[in-house]
């Protein structure tokens, strides 16, 4: 599709007045033969995304949708620094190692520890877990057994990427599946799947489905006690991607972390409670030795030895700028701060949505992330449900709430899921509930879709 290369009257008058994408369809199938000027790719980009949901009516993500001025400015500057050059910016790899010990402190390692910056919890946890599968090797090759079968333990409410990983890396998931009424797993779910081909067992610090937290207190307390009778000395590793930056400030007595003896590593996504934007994760071991050797890369780079374990190599250095930022700027004070705004004004939908008299609330009486899981009432209309009802509130007022149901064995239960974030002030919830008794009363009148089994809008969305 060449363009012919004549200057036309029509052509003066769009360089003048506006550009050819006004008329023209964008770019999409092949490269373009020619460009354009930086304003009109601008606007080209701009104006296709302005179709997107808004991030701020995004009651769906876990990640970070706003951040303060002086942070994006941070990130803006440094756009054009390359992280994993360590030679040349031997300070990011400084920031780097100093967030990785204030982690360290706030998980309560014991002693000296060793971690590092990823893309995500998911690079985090495939790291993390390899970690184990290897350390796993390194015990059964001492011994002299077979490497054949590894197995990991994990419950039906954990992210994908512990699936992914499994697939990935060549473990066997064995995977406890929940029941109506019970979303997390705890001591005597993860029992009867443990034996000597266990490299792990993962713990949820707020599962992405209801937002609370497996039993990882009594899941220690039985690998503590199988390593004091049986020899077994099985691992666990903690998903903190959500809960690594919500328990340490609204839960601070709470033990989930380093605490426990049997808590090896932690994953946490600096890109959701850390209050940093996409994408940033951390692992963090809890001593230097539960980093299996193997996994580390000492390379001569650029004429200086540099050890790794990352599956990355290049990478911005901004978001690991920008987390640090985030750790001096807020302390411990001002973490807990908001984190507790964030909880009273979940606590405020969850009491506005019970006083509705159409819902029912998920487990706020428990340790949990700020959000709020709701469903409609048993005694509910029939003739619509939780999609329509998010199907709906989109529909009318451009809030995204997810509506999905949860893992087996409790894919019966359909529920809806609002987080409630920093930017969602008291007078936003007031307007989200009274939109969500519109988006009802609509329903009531007019039925929703239901029936027509539908495609859920998001299933147990961990993004
Ligand atoms: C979000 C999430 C993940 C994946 O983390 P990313 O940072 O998006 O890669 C894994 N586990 C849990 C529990 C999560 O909430």
């Not at 509910?380 to 449900?385: G, K, N, P, Q, T």
């Not at 509130?393 to 064995?409: F, I, K, N, Q």
């Not at 008794?437 to 299933?459: F, I, M, N, P, S």
Request: hydrophobic share 40%; aromatic share 10%.
């Amino acid at each position: 599709m060449s363009r012919e290369m004549t200057t036309t009257a029509d052509d003066r008058a769009t360089a003048l007045f506006g550009n050819r994408f006004l008329t023209e369809a964008a770019p999409s199938t092949h490269f373009p033969d020619s460009g354009m000027t930086p304003l009109d790719s601008l606007r080209l980009v701009a104006e296709d995304l302005a179709m997107e949901g808004d991030p701020q009516r995004n009651l769906a993500t876990f990640v970070t949708t706003w951040m303060e001025p002086e942070a994006q400015r941070i990130i803006a500057e440094n756009l054009h620094r390359n992280f994993i050059d360590h030679a040349e910016y031997p300070i990011s790899a400084e920031i780097e190692q100093r967030c990785v010990r204030m982690l360290a402190d706030l998980f309560n390692a014991p002693g000296e520890t060793t971690g590092c910056r990823t893309q995500g919890s998911s690079e985090a946890i495939m790291l993390g877990a390899l970690s184990l599968k290897w350390k796993w090797r390194e015990r059964r090759t001492a011994a002299g057994k077979s490497l054949d079968q590894p197995n990991l333990v994990f419950g039906g409410d954990v992210h994908v990427v512990w699936e992914k990983f499994c697939r990935y890396f060549d473990v066997e998931p064995r995977i406890v599946p929940l029941a109506e009424n019970k979303y997390t797993i705890g001591p005597d779910d993860v029992r009867p799947h443990l034996d000597e081909n266990t490299i792990g067992v993962v713990g949820v610090l707020g599962t992405t489905f209801t937002g609370h937290m497996d039993d990882i207190r009594g899941i220690n307390d039985l690998l503590v006690a199988l390593k004091a009778d049986g020899g077994l000395d099985i691992p666990m590793h903690v998903d903190g991607a959500s809960g690594g930056f919500v328990w340490p400030f609204l839960y601070p007595d709470s033990a989930w972390d380093f605490r426990l003896e049997q808590v090896r590593s932690i994953n946490v996504s600096g890109h959701k409670y850390g209050l940093v934007y996409p994408g940033i994760g951390w692992l963090v071991f809890r001593e230097k030795s539960d980093l299996a050797e193997d996994l580390v890369f000492y390379e001569n780079y650029l004429g200086k030895t540099d050890a790794t374990f990352t599956l990355n190599f290049s990478t911005g250095a901004s978001m690991v700028l920008a987390q640090y930022y985030m750790f001096v700027r807020l302390g411990r004070e001002g973490y807990t701060y908001v984190m507790r705004q964030m909880q009273q004004n979940a606590k405020a939908l969850a009491d506005n949505l019970r006083a509705s008299g159409r819902f029912e609330v998920i487990g706020d009486d428990q340790e949990q992330l700020p959000l709020v899981a709701f469903r409609l009432k048993a005694d509910h209309d029939v003739s619509y449900d939780e999609s329509d009802v998010a199907w709906q509130l989109s529909a009318e007022r451009g809030w995204m709430v997810p509506a999905y149901t949860l893992p087996p064995d409790a894919q019966d239960v359909k529920i809806l899921r609002a987080l409630v974030k920093e930017t969602m002030s008291r007078e936003q919830v007031d307007r989200l509930t009274q939109d969500i008794e519109d988006a009802c009363q609509t329903l009531d009148q007019k039925g929703g879709a239901a029936q027509v089994e539908r495609e859920q809008v998001k299933q147990g969305s961990g993004y």
